[in-house]
């Protein structure tokens, strides 16, 4: 079993950054993927980006402006995101698991989630 624990978040005006923290009470494998997914009011969860060991991807959507980072010895990864915009508002969520690529963007695919970070961009 593995927890997630976040941090980070807040309040922040447009074309400012943000980072958020997602730290794991364990050392996952090799194979373990990290997420983050985001879910804004009356919307759907959607996925932001993945990590699988080397590899990354992102959502078309933040592309360029989010990039996702480790810190292995200290069990975190972050999400290091740039030119907020308004529609970056969500609460956002770190996720792990072992997950083949072609279905990081899908949440059932996950096992293991963060508690969730609000990100607000407000003028």
């Known amino acids: 079993q593995v927890t997630l624990t976040e941090s980070g978040g807040g309040l922040v005006q447009p074309g400012g950054s943000l980072k958020l923290s997602c730290r794991a009470s364990?050392?996952?494998?090799?194979?373990?993927?990290t997420g983050w997914f985001r879910q804004a009011p009356g919307k759907e969860r959607e996925f932001v980006a993945a990590?699988?060991?080397?590899?990354?991807t992102y959502a078309d959507s933040v592309k360029g402006r989010f990039t996702i980072t480790r810190d292995i010895g200290k069990n975190t990864r972050y999400l290091q995101m740039n030119r907020l915009n308004f529609d970056d508002t969500a609460i956002y969520y770190c996720?792990?698991?072992?997950?083949?690529?072609?279905?990081?963007?899908?949440?059932?695919?996950?096992?293991?989630w963060g508690q969730g970070s609000q990100v607000t961009v407000v003028a």
């Open positions: 990590e699988i060991g080397l590899m990354t």
């Open positions: 364990e050392r996952p494998g090799r194979m373990f993927a």
């Open positions: 996720a792990a698991g072992s997950v083949a690529l072609e279905s990081v963007m899908k949440p059932d695919a996950w096992s293991y």
